[in-house]
């Protein structure tokens, strides 16, 4: 890939759909990861105005320190950048507590986790309504379009995805490329929405450079049967993820009327 070129595009296409849309600049969440920090260093490379908001759900301490300290060097190499912080842990868990009770509280937990992306998505929203910003995305191309790893409506609720069509090892080169710092670039991806220290990994059950592979195996029209051992794992956790997450990455159906009965 040849990163900076790259780099130059995006900041381009960020900025050029920013003023023709006459939006003042962008909103980001900011959570720890390498990809709030990725798009968010690119959001800043264009000049505009971009509010970096850190959100805190019960949050693990690594993830808030690494989301303060980048801010903190955003802030110091773009004029443009302001912060806030807004602590949503008192709004979720009073949520929590008008919700109806459940016989096992283990029944609702990807429910939850899910709400917490959708307050933080609210929240976002808020902002760019207030100041006329856009409200950029953090998904990858393997986890918008291969695995479908987000949350409709949640992180997935955006006004454009600047890193959407680039593998997580292609916003790991830009990452190192912008001198993002080096405790993000190391950390274990992670969404945060648990409330304890699982991965993505955990949870997905193969690594994104095993993904990465498995995507570009089903492009290339493999099959499981064409597979093996480890390989043949990952191509099938691929295939049952896009698979179950389909109505993420369609355009929501629309029953449509015939004209016959109009």
């Given at each position: 890939?040849?990163?900076?070129?790259?780099?130059?595009?995006?900041?381009?296409?960020?900025?050029?759909?920013?003023?023709?849309?006459?939006?003042?600049?962008?909103?980001?969440?900011?959570?720890?990861?390498?990809?709030?920090?990725?798009?968010?260093?690119?959001?800043?490379?264009?000049?505009?105005?971009?509010?970096?908001?850190?959100?805190?759900?019960?949050?693990?301490?690594?993830?808030?320190?690494?989301?303060?300290?980048?801010?903190?060097?955003?802030?110091?190499?773009?004029?443009?950048?302001?912060?806030?912080?807004?602590?949503?842990?008192?709004?979720?868990?009073?949520?929590?507590?008008?919700?109806?009770?459940?016989?096992?509280?283990?029944?609702?937990?990807?429910?939850?986790?899910?709400?917490?992306?959708?307050?933080?998505?609210?929240?976002?929203?808020?902002?760019?309504a207030?100041?006329?910003?856009?409200?950029?995305?953090?998904?990858n191309?393997?986890?918008?379009?291969?695995?479908?790893?987000?949350?409709?409506?949640?992180?997935?609720?955006?006004?454009?995805?600047?890193?959407?069509?680039?593998?997580?090892?292609?916003?790991?080169?830009?990452?190192?490329?912008?001198?993002?710092?080096?405790?993000?670039?190391?950390?274990?991806?992670?969404?945060?929405?648990?409330?304890?220290?699982?991965?993505?990994?955990?949870?997905?059950?193969?690594?994104?450079?095993?993904?990465?592979?498995?995507?570009?195996?089903?492009?290339?029209?493999?099959?499981?049967?064409?597979?093996?051992?480890?390989?043949?794992?990952?191509?099938?956790?691929?295939?049952?993820?896009?698979?179950?997450?389909?109505?993420?990455?369609?355009?929501?159906?629309?029953?449509?009327?015939p004209?016959?009965?109009?």
């Amino acid at each position: 890939m040849q990163t900076e070129k790259v780099v130059d595009h995006i900041v381009n296409w960020l900025k050029t759909y920013a003023v023709n849309a006459k939006m003042e600049g962008f909103v980001i969440g900011i959570s720890g990861g390498i990809d709030s920090a990725v798009t968010s260093a690119l959001c800043a490379k264009t000049g505009l105005k971009l509010l970096c908001v850190e959100m805190p759900i019960h949050q693990a301490a690594s993830q808030v320190s690494r989301a303060y300290n980048h801010i903190a060097w955003l802030k110091e190499n773009f004029a443009s950048v302001e912060k806030i912080e807004i602590n949503l842990t008192p709004v979720f868990d009073t949520l929590i507590d008008v919700l109806p009770k459940v016989e096992k509280e283990e029944d609702r937990f990807m429910s939850l986790a899910n709400t917490r992306a959708r307050l933080r998505m609210t929240t976002l929203y808020y902002f760019a309504a207030l100041e006329k910003y856009l409200v950029a995305g953090t998904g990858n191309k393997v986890e918008d379009f291969g695995v479908g790893f987000y949350t409709k409506y949640g992180d997935g609720g955006v006004d454009l995805s600047p890193i959407a069509d680039l593998m997580k090892s292609e916003v790991y080169q830009i990452a190192r490329h912008l001198g993002i710092n080096k405790e993000i670039i190391d950390a274990a991806p992670t969404d945060g929405l648990w409330g304890d220290d699982r991965t993505d990994e955990d949870q997905l059950g193969a690594s994104y450079d095993e993904l990465e592979w498995a995507m570009k195996m089903k492009e290339n029209g493999k099959t499981t049967s064409d597979f093996s051992g480890r390989q043949k794992v990952v191509f099938d956790i691929f295939h049952r993820l896009n698979r179950a997450n389909q109505h993420k990455m369609i355009p929501i159906p629309v029953c449509e009327i015939p004209e016959k009965l109009r």
